[in-house]
Each structure stands twice: as structure tokens, then as C-alpha cells.
């Protein structure tokens, strides 16, 4: 196990972020109004609205540039014309390669905040490299239903998970200077009927599930930017929601960076000028290929100038826009220019993306530890499965990166194989639209492959490969997955194989929870190995053969039907085409399985690991009313280093509303050697006591008897105590 041999250095600490916006000072503010009060109104306007794909305007005569965004989320996009035409013909010689890190579920599953750092640090470094001011990321928006096309770039069900993760993903963009973008603010939870739908939700789902991660993202991790979403929100346009931006966001939290709007997401100038939107991007807007559209837009000159004109919206309004701009610019040096170089296709960004996948990969059943294979007992394996050797990077909609490379499970599996194992691949399904290839052909070939191997690895899940010619709408922006079955007839190879060869072990790849109930129960060994990255198939073949001990943990639960999980069986999916009610309302995920009593396939915070470890001395002490530390031990029993996620979960006795089971309200992240102790101390404040009381609009702790649940996994409790506040 080279488990420690990692060098942490690579890695950072956590920085302590300096970069909340009040450092900017009067002074800069006063440079602000200056300029402001040397622009024409339509300079003004020019700077709030798109001036390309992913620019927003300038002012040439004042020496303001565009500001240039890129996505994100997990890496910096391809270069791309302002008519989208790099999916046609990329530009020769064009610098548009980047790391292509794991995607955002993966990331989460490491429930490894430092990480989340050095991944951010990954993108804002990049970014400098290439010239872009704001990354598009990351993705917080909660992962409410299995079917959601976008799962993966999210990162959980839970808004606690998310915030954590995504506040330091913030911290490491924006301490190399470049602007973070949160998004997509808010309730944008499917993809179906993305652009129109309206969501009806209680106000407490609202604060208590699905805005958590962008106050965190605000409050605590800085964000220079938020992204307004497609749907409606209560009738209104999230991105120019009155409720959402200005009462919320700008109010309530205090915001003073800019909100933009997802690509073309503004439909009415009046909101989109008075609810709280400050640029206006898109590229794609009824205007075809006509160069001069940018000032046909909703927030441009032609329907601007008017309303301002006749006195509708005072210029101030305008004004307001300009000013989070700038101040976002002189944040980040856009405008004085002396920003940081950035760095582009080093070993240490190579070394981050490896290091998060193989602490994201899940190692979900491991009966008679039949991982990890020991690589001098085996002399053969069957790999089998065309994921096995599929390229990922280039799939998912907006989210795609062009990966300077991208090493494939099967590639790193031979790598580590060398030449001491044989390894025979073959495809055993075809990833098709509509099926052309005979199944059971393919499955007799696999069968045939794996009953003459010591081993077979069978490669299965979903697939997020989403370009013109090969649109399958699995994982993808823009479609949801049509169920939650396994497909290109998976399940009936995956139950071969396993009849063939019993020392068969399952890896699924892609965004998140997927049918398995027809062959689980005779799978010993399965892995869920997400989207990992351009390092993924080294991270996995080392947690497949024991050089990484596995310590991702699910940031999601995996129901066992589709018709289990709360979305569904409670609320409503996908809504009637105008509207979608949540009537799951706070029993969201692992809520929802533990209030209702329904056993997953696999829980929320669910991973093993190749040790075990002991949960031991949990003591309480208030230190403030409603302020709470917690002590415990936790000592690695097993012969090999390893890395625990120890979760805390709080349970209410009693309250005036009803609430969840258990909630999770603080984690660590521990790693320890062989035989290692460790003392842990989490400290609990107001925050994890409170539930959103939406008859008074407020937060409340009641006192009484509170319960800590603190475990390895939401299904999986190792120590209880109770106290009172
Ligand atoms: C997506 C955003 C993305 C934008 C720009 C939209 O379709 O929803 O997440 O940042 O496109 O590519």
C-alpha cells in the first residue's frame, strides 16, 4: 500500500481565504463610481449583456475589457465561436486542452473538503492559462431524483455535503484570482422541460434543502459569481427571480458579486432589469447566426434604453449592475491585468485529478473480501464491457472538456498488470441508440472470455457521450435517463458472466444510482467508479489490485427501484409540463430512507474499505447554549493504513414540526495507519440544531433531547448519545 507515499505537499492546506468582497475598499468603490459616472447609458448596457458565447461587454474608451468565462464545472471547456461552431470544426493550433478532473458526484464522494481545495485550485490556475476570468462552476444544485441527466456534475442529496465541498472548490478558484460561478440559483433539479418549468416547493424544503449549498457558496466561501437557473421558481424565472436574487441572495445574504444568467435563461427585460439579474448571457437566443444579435438581447439597447428613457427603471438600477461587475473585476484584476500565469498540463494538476478519483471511487460490496485481487495469485483476467475502455471527457453536455488524455479503466488496469497477467478484453454490449449489434453474440463472447480467466471485471452503468452524431440521453445536459435500468442489455451479461466465472467483480461507472436488483445478491465484489477523470482508470486499477485502499463514500443513496426513492413515490417527476410540485418536500435522499423506513440498495455514506475501524469514547460538553463540542476515538483495527469518513448525524426527540430521521451536520475525513488512534473533536453550533419553522419564517433550536448518531455510514451508526439543549 502506497497509500501515505502520497505527497500531501502537492496538495496545499486549506488556505484561509482573504477573498471576501470586503476587501474591496472605499477607495476601490470610489474608482467604481468614478467610472460608472464616465459611461454613457449605453456603455452601461453594453457591459450587461453577452458580447460573445462567453464574454459579456467592455468599455474600450475606459479601458474595461470583456469579462471571459468558461466552463466548468471539472475542467476548462473548449474553445468555442460564438455560434457554438467548435462542435463542428475546432480551430487548428487553438490552446483548448485542459486536466480533466473527476466529475463534481465523484468529487463529493471523497467527502474530502482539501480536496475540494486543490480541485478549485486545478480550474483557477487553468483558467489564468487561458485567459478566462470566471469559471462556471461549481454545480450545487441537490440531486433530488435518480433520472436527472445532470446527476454527476452535482455533488449530493444533501445540502451539508455540498456546501462543505463547494465552498473550498470556491476558495481554490478564487485564490488564483479567478471568479468562481455557482450555480444554477435555484431549484433546477431535472432536466426535463429544463427551460419552462415552474417548481412549486414549501418554504422550508426551500431553506432547508435546496439554498443551503449557495449560502454556503456565499457566505462562507466568497463567491464572486452566481448563475440564475432555467426553471421558474413560484411562477418566476430563477434568474430574474424577485424573491430568489433580490430577497434572498442580495438581501438576506448579503451579495455583492453578480449574478448572470444561465445561457439564455433571461426572458423578460422589466424582471431580468429589476429581479436582481446582472448580465445577461446566452448564444443561441431566436437569432439565429445574425452577428449583430448580442444587441437584440433582452438586457441590450434596443429594449433597455427605452424603459430607462421613459423613466420606468431609473438609470440607478443600471447603475447597480455596472458596479457588481466592476467590483468583481477589480477583485479578480480584470481590469489592472496584472493576474497570475496560471499553469497548464503539469504533473501536480495530473496528480490532483488521480488523487480525487481515488478517494471518490466507492468500493460498494466486498463479500469474502474478494477484493483486492492479489497480483501474484492471478495469471488472467477477462475485462469485459465497452465502458472498460470508453473516453468520458467529451460527454455530458456543457460540462465536456477536451482531456489532454484520458486514461481508461482497462488502460490502467494493463498498466499495473504489466506483462505478469493476461488481460483479454471484450466489449460485451454496444454503446447504441438503437441496437444494431447481436447481444447475444457479445454476451457468448464474454462468457466464453471470463470462464477460461482467473478473474473477470465486468464494466457497466451509464454513459454520458453527448455529441451531435451520438446523442444518447443518458448522463447528459438537456434530457433526463428514461428509467433507472442498466442498459444495453447489462444485466443479462452481467448475470452470465457471473454464472460463468464467480470471481467476477462489477464496476459501474456514471452518474450515480442504477438498477441492479436482478444479479446483486450474487456479486461479490462492486465498485462504483463515477466519471473519475483523466486519471480514473489508474485510480481504479489501484483500488482493484490494493495500492489504494478505498475511502469514497456515496454523497447520494442508491434506492433499490426507482420507484423507492421520494421523488417519485411521494412528490412528483417530471411535473405535467408547466409545473412540478415537490410534495417530497424535506424528505429528500437519505431523509427520506430512514424517516419512511425504506432499506436502499446502498445508503447515503455508504464506501468500505480494505481495513476496519473502531468507533470508541463519544463525550458531550456544552460550551454555549446552544453550542455543543463532542469528543470520540477512532482507532484502525485493521493491518493497513486507511481513510475513514467519520459522519455525525443529529436527531431531534422532539419537535413541533415534524423533521427527518437524522440529518448529517458535521463529518471528518481521517486517515490513519495501521493500528493508529486518533482523538476527533467536531464542534456544533446553532446550526445543527435548527429546522426552518415557516410558520414564524424563521430558524429555531428548541430545547429538549437531542441524539448524535456518528457512524461510517447513514445506515451504519457506531456510537449514540444523548443530550439536552
Ligand atoms: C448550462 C450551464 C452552462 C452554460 C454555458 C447551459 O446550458 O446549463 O451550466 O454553464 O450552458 O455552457
Request: contains cysteine; aromatic residues 10%.
Amino acid at each position: 500500500m502506497n497509500f501515505f507515499k502520497i505527497s500531501w505537499a502537492i496538495l496545499l492546506c486549506i488556505a484561509i481565504s482573504t477573498s471576501s468582497f470586503a476587501q474591496i475598499n472605499t477607495s476601490t468603490e470610489k474608482k467604481i463610481d468614478s467610472l460608472i459616472s464616465l459611461m454613457t447609458l449605453q456603455e452601461k448596457i453594453g457591459m450587461i449583456h453577452a458580447s460573445g458565447a462567453f464574454t459579456s461587454g467592455g468599455v474600450k474608451r475606459l479601458g474595461i475589457p470583456e469579462l471571459v468565462m468558461s466552463d466548468g464545472p471539472s475542467g476548462v471547456r473548449r474553445e468555442i465561436g460564438n455560434f457554438w461552431e467548435y462542435y463542428r470544426k475546432p480551430r487548428p493550433g487553438y490552446l483548448d486542452s485542459s486536466t480533466y478532473l473527476p466529475v463534481g458526484m465523484c468529487l463529493a464522494a471523497t467527502w474530502n473538503p482539501i480536496l475540494g481545495y486543490a480541485y478549485g485550485k486545478v480550474l483557477g490556475s487553468e483558467a489564468n492559462f487561458r485567459g478566462k476570468d470566471v469559471i462556471l462552476g461549481p454545480s450545487v444544485n441537490i440531486i433530488r431524483t435518480p433520472l436527472n441527466g445532470r446527476n454527476f456534475e452535482y455533488q449530493s442529496e444533501d445540502p451539508y455535503l455540498s456546501g462543505k465541498i463547494s465552498v473550498e472548490y470556491i476558495k481554490g478558484v478564487q485564490d488564483q484570482g479567478v471568479s468562481a460561478s455557482v450555480k444554477h440559483f435555484a431549484a433546477n433539479n431535472q432536466e426535463v422541460d429544463r427551460r419552462t418549468i415552474n417548481v412549486e416547493m414549501s418554504e422550508r424544503a426551500l431553506r432547508e434543502i435546496y439554498l443551503p449549498a449557495f449560502k454556503a457558496a456565499v457566505v462562507e466561501g466568497n463567491v464572486n459569481t452566481v448563475m440564475g437557473a432555467y426553471n421558474k421558481l413560484r411562477g418566476q424565472h430563477a434568474s430574474h427571480n424577485e424573491y430568489l436574487n433580490n430577497k434572498i441572495l442580495k438581501g438576506e445574504w448579503g451579495f455583492k458579486g453578480l449574478v448572470m444568467s444561465d445561457w439564455e435563461a433571461a426572458n423578460n427585460t422589466l424582471e431580468a432589469l429589476l429581479y436582481g439579474l446582472d448580465i445577461e448571457m446566452g448564444v443561441e437566443i431566436d437569432l439565429g447566426t445574425d452577428p449583430t444579435k448580442y444587441n437584440k438581447y433582452v438586457l441590450a439597447d434596443t429594449s433597455v434604453v427605452p424603459l430607462v428613457k421613459s423613466g420606468k427603471v431609473p438609470e440607478s438600477v443600471i447603475d447597480d449592475k455596472v458596479r457588481r461587475i466592476l467590483r468583481v473585476m477589480y477583485k479578480t484584476r480584470v481590469i489592472e491585468g496584472n493576474r497570475p500565469q496560471g499553469a497548464y498540463n503539469t504533473l501536480e494538476h495530473q496528480q490532483i485529478a488521480l488523487k480525487v478519483a481515488e478517494e471518490g471511487i466507492v468500493l460498494l460490496k466486498n463479500t469474502n473480501n474478494i477484493l483486492p485481487l492479489n497480483k501474484s495469485k492471478i495469471k488472467s483476467i477477462a475485462v469485459i464491457g465497452a465502458n472498460a475502455d470508453r473516453k468520458n471527457a467529451l460527454g455530458g453536455g456543457s460540462s465536456q472538456v477536451k482531456a489532454f488524455y484520458e486514461i481508461t479503466p482497462l488502460q490502467g488496469i494493463k498498466t499495473i498488470a504489466k506483462d505478469k497477467i493476461a488481460i483479454n478484453f471484450t466489449e460485451g454490449y454496444r454503446i447504441e441508440r438503437t441496437p444494431t449489434a447481436n447481444t447475444d453474440s457479445l454476451i457468448k463472447e464474454a462468457v466464453k472470455l471470463a470462464s477460461s480467466a482467473d478473474v473477470a471485471i465486468v464494466f457497466g452503468g451509464w454513459t454520458n457521450k453527448n455529441t451531435d452524431t451520438d446523442r444518447l440521453f443518458l448522463d447528459a445536459e438537456t434530457n433526463d435517463k428514461p428509467n433507472m435500468d442498466m442498459p444495453f442489455g447489462q444485466d443479462k451479461l452481467i448475470a452470465a458472466v457471473l454464472k460463468a466465472n464467480p470471481k467476477t467483480i462489477i464496476v459501474l461507472l456514471g452518474g450515480g444510482a442504477i438498477d441492479i436488483t436482478q444479479w446483486e445478491e450474487k456479486a461479490s465484489g462492486i465498485i462504483e467508479s463515477w466519471y473519475s477523470g483523466m486519471e480514473g482508470g489508474n485510480a481504479l486499477a489501484k483500488i482493484i489490485f490494493g495500492e489504494v485502499n478505498p475511502s469514497g463514500k456515496l454523497p447520494v443513496t442508491f434506492p433499490r427501484k426507482l420507484e423507492d426513492s421520494p421523488a417519485h413515490k411521494l412528490g412528483e417527476y417530471p411535473g405535467n409540463g408547466n409545473t412540478v410540485h415537490y410534495k417530497d418536500d424535506i424528505y429528500v435522499g437519505y431523509r427520506y430512507f430512514d424517516t419512511y423506513k425504506v432499506k436502499p440498495q446502498f445508503a447515503f455514506g455508504h464506501g468500505l474499505s480494505y481495513t476496519t475501524f473502531r468507533y470508541n469514547n463519544i463525550k458531550t460538553r456544552k460550551i454555549a447554549p446552544d453550542k455543543v463540542e463532542v469528543t470520540m476515538s477512532i482507532t484502525n483495527t485493521g493491518k493497513i493504513a486507511g481513510a475513514e469518513v467519520v459522519q455525525l448525524y443529529i436527531k431531534d426527540e422532539k419537535s413541533s414540526l415534524p423533521r427527518p430521521y437524522k440529518e448529517l451536520k458535521s463529518f471528518q475525513k481521517v486517515f490513519l495507519k495501521d493500528g493508529e488512534s486518533k482523538h476527533l473533536t467536531f464542534l456544533l453550533n446553532s446550526d445543527a440544531f435548527s429546522y426552518y419553522d415557516d410558520r414564524n419564517g424563521k430558524w429555531v433550536v428548541e430545547p429538549g433531547i437531542f441524539e448524535l448518531l456518528i457512524g461510517s455510514a447513514s445506515d451504519d451508526i457506531r456510537l449514540k448519545h444523548k443530550f439536552s439543549l
